[in-house]
């Protein structure tokens, strides 16, 4: 079983600031098959990132995602207040598997 | 508009069973793979498994064989997880999702079901 990492557990930035979240993958995730969600309190996730790097329907452009192999990157480029949530990575290249989840809070 | 429904939230006792649902509104839940995924109070997600509605093949993830099953009745466009004897720690938050066909990530989400297991 893939097993993804997050980092770090907990961000705190203030909104305008530029938030850079890690997952890395224990083995090679293959064809780029990582995904990026968004959890907010009371909500069911929502699909961010899909590939890697390709933005889901409806995603504002300031959500990228990076990476290949182990190591995979989500950047916001200017926190809105509405993007202080959960976020999490996933794997769907070999079976499934979620990271455990990174937090972006407001400083 | 696309949406995946599940049934309301519910209170067992340990020991009982118990089948919750997601129906499909808008699109034919037979043509994609439907995921089921849990979220303890306070933690992470974890996948469950995956169905395939128009045929029932199921996978499980390892950590959920045996504890669940996962069925569907594609006459009605639904889902099914479902369990034979409750325990505790079964208390959670539970999704389905549907499995995009191009890219294999959980697209749409369902509401969510509430399952609480208390004596």
């Known amino acids: 079983e893939i097993v993804l990492t997050q980092s770090p557990g907990t961000l705190s930035l203030s909104p305008g600031e530029r938030a850079t979240l890690s997952c890395r993958a224990s083995?090679?995730?293959?064809?780029?098959?990582l995904a990026w969600y968004q959890q907010k309190p009371g909500q069911a996730p929502r699909l961010l990132i899909y590939?890697?790097?390709s933005r889901a329907t409806g995603i504002p452009d300031r959500f990228s995602g990076s990476g290949s192999g182990t190591d995979f990157t989500l950047t916001i480029s200017r926190l809105e207040p509405e993007d202080f949530a959960v976020y999490y990575c996933?794997?769907?290249?070999?079976?499934?598997?979620f990271g455990q989840g990174t937090k972006v809070e407001i400083k | 508009e696309v949406q995946l429904v599940q049934s309301g939230a519910e209170v067992r006792k340990p020991g009982e069973s118990l089948k919750i649902s997601c129906k499909d509104s808008?699109?034919?839940?037979?043509?994609?793979?439907i995921a089921w995924v849990r979220q303890m109070p306070g933690k992470g997600l974890e996948w469950m498994g995956i169905?395939?509605?128009?045929?029932?093949?199921?996978r499980y993830s390892p950590s959920f064989q045996g504890q669940v099953i996962m069925s569907a009745d594609k006459s009605i466009s639904t889902a099914y997880l479902q369990w034979s004897s409750l325990k505790a720690s079964d208390t959670a938050m539970y999704y389905c999702?549907?499995?995009?066909?191009?890219?294999?990530?959980?697209?749409?989400w369902g509401q969510g079901t509430m399952v609480t297991v208390s004596s």
């Open positions: 999702a549907r499995v995009a066909v191009y890219f294999g990530a959980f697209d749409i």
């Open positions: 808008g699109y034919s839940l037979t043509t994609y793979w």
């Open positions: 169905i395939y509605p128009d045929d029932s093949d199921a």
């Open positions: 083995q090679s995730v293959s064809s780029s098959s």
């Open positions: 590939g890697a790097s």
């Open positions: 996933q794997q769907y290249g070999s079976s499934r598997t």
